[in-house]
């Protein structure tokens, strides 16, 4: 029972990442229609962002943990929020009316556009970083001396989701922003007719959507303590089967999807092997999909004629 627990706790903390990064997705799609397959690599970009910050304020003096993580976080936001409003601008933006294939091939070759734009500027290998937040607390204590244990950073990642996603949710709810967002996702056209800058929304879905990625990037290099150019790629694939899973175009279900991939991760990896945790989740998206197809959360679409 301490092993489970245990194992209970890394899922949560790994599921919380993958939400924040699997929200952007289904943000995007639930607007524009199309899948942002560069999402993964503004992840990435936010986490070097964020280890480039934090290594910059330690050398200017800034000890202090807590603010150096603050001021990390508000320059990787600011910084890959305005990343994601270039990639909307110059990527998406003249290929929104196109033929449906077309922004998602634009989409991949931003991808590999950016991973090899990092590997260039920063160099292919590992960037690590010392831990900045040790300790924690034991949580109980078997017999068989295995200790359950709940670290700060891991208190940090769920504290700081579960603020990001109440945040999120009254911006959506009640903010001029948000009625916006969802009228543009009910109808564009008619958004516009009504005085809504659809152009100026879509921007900012994609930089709030980019912020929450580097929110993830910070949590993601604070927990694990090391990163790489690639390590976008296969965080955007979790993230986006997250999304899928939990209900593409629907919040509540992009974090319920994160959550549930990573919970299904590090069960799998801890009672029977780590080398098939991945094949686990997609194998479980398939089956989730084949009796519900839109997913946990999500709502059939209705075709307008």
């Not at 296969?234 to 919970?263: C, D, E, N, Q, R």
Request: with cysteine; net charge neutral; aromatic share 12%.
């Amino acid at each position: 029972m301490d092993y489970f627990a245990q194992q209970l706790i890394n899922g949560l903390t790994l599921g919380s990442i993958y939400g924040l990064i699997a929200i952007g997705y289904t943000m995007v799609y639930g607007i524009v229609g199309m899948i942002n397959f560069a999402h993964g690599e503004v992840f990435m970009i936010g986490a070097f962002i964020a280890l480039i910050a934090i290594l910059s304020l330690f050398a200017l003096g800034i000890t202090a943990v807590p603010l150096a993580l603050l001021l990390a976080l508000v320059i990787a936001m600011a910084l890959t929020g305005l990343w994601g409003w270039a990639i909307e601008r110059l990527a998406y933006r003249p290929l929104r009316n196109s033929f449906r294939l077309a922004p998602l091939i634009t989409a991949i070759g931003m991808s590999i556009a950016l991973q090899t734009f990092v590997a260039l500027t920063q160099g292919a290998r590992s960037k690590p970083l010392p831990p900045v937040i040790r300790g924690g607390f034991t949580l109980s204590e078997g017999d068989s001396g295995f200790a359950v244990s709940l670290s700060y950073m891991q208190i940090i990642i769920i504290v700081t989701t579960v603020a990001v996603m109440a945040a999120f949710s009254y911006l959506i709810n009640s903010t001029s922003l948000g009625r916006a967002q969802r009228a543009c996702e009910q109808d564009r056209k008619m958004a516009a007719l009504c005085g809504v800058n659809v152009d100026r929304t879509i921007s900012l879905t994609f930089v709030i959507g980019a912020a929450l990625a580097s929110v993830a990037g910070l949590m993601f290099l604070a927990y694990y303590g090391v990163i790489d150019f690639f390590v976008g790629f296969v965080a955007g694939i979790k993230a986006f089967t997250a999304a899928v899973l939990g209900g593409i175009g629907s919040l509540p279900g992009a974090m319920l999807g994160g959550l549930l991939i990573g919970l299904i991760e590090v069960f799998w990896a801890g009672y029977f092997t780590a080398q098939y945790k991945d094949v686990a989740a997609f194998s479980i998206l398939a089956i989730v999909l084949i009796f519900m197809p839109s997913g946990l959360l999500g709502r059939p679409e209705v075709e307008k004629v």
